[in-house]
């Protein structure tokens, strides 16, 4: 029911931007959330969107945007000033009951974007 895209190669200091397209019901009532996962590493939060609030993982703030489009329910993940550190398997998650950084306080998951930082 989540289906993300939009990741790939980009050099250090270059920019993406992830989508993530939701199916079969109206999410426009939950909060959506984005995390990632590197290889040997745990699932971590990167970002989140409420109706009335954004959140962000220290390491992204002041580089990374999410934002939502209702109409079209989407959410979306710009990343800008990409860093090698930045590589990673990217989830849109979605959670209805008020969700905040942990993974398992969300109940549906994408699939999975792969974004890859080059130095």
């Known amino acids: 029911q989540l289906q993300a895209s939009g990741g790939g190669l980009v050099q250090a200091g270059g920019s993406l931007r992830l989508s993530c397209a939701a199916s079969g019901r109206t999410f426009s009532s939950y909060v959506m959330g984005w995390f990632r996962q590197a290889p040997g590493k745990e699932r971590e939060f990167v970002a989140r969107?409420?109706?009335?609030?954004?959140n962000y993982a220290d390491s992204v703030k002041g580089r990374f945007t999410i934002s939502r489009d209702n109409a079209k329910n989407t959410v979306y993940l710009q990343m800008n000033s990409l860093k090698p550190e930045d590589t990673a398997v990217y989830y849109c998650?979605?959670?209805?009951?008020?969700?905040?950084?942990?993974?398992?306080?969300?109940?549906?998951w994408g699939q999975g974007t792969q974004v890859t930082v080059s130095s």
């Open positions: 969107i409420s109706w009335s609030s954004v």
């Open positions: 998650a979605a959670g209805q009951y008020f969700p905040s950084r942990a993974t398992y306080e969300y109940e549906y």
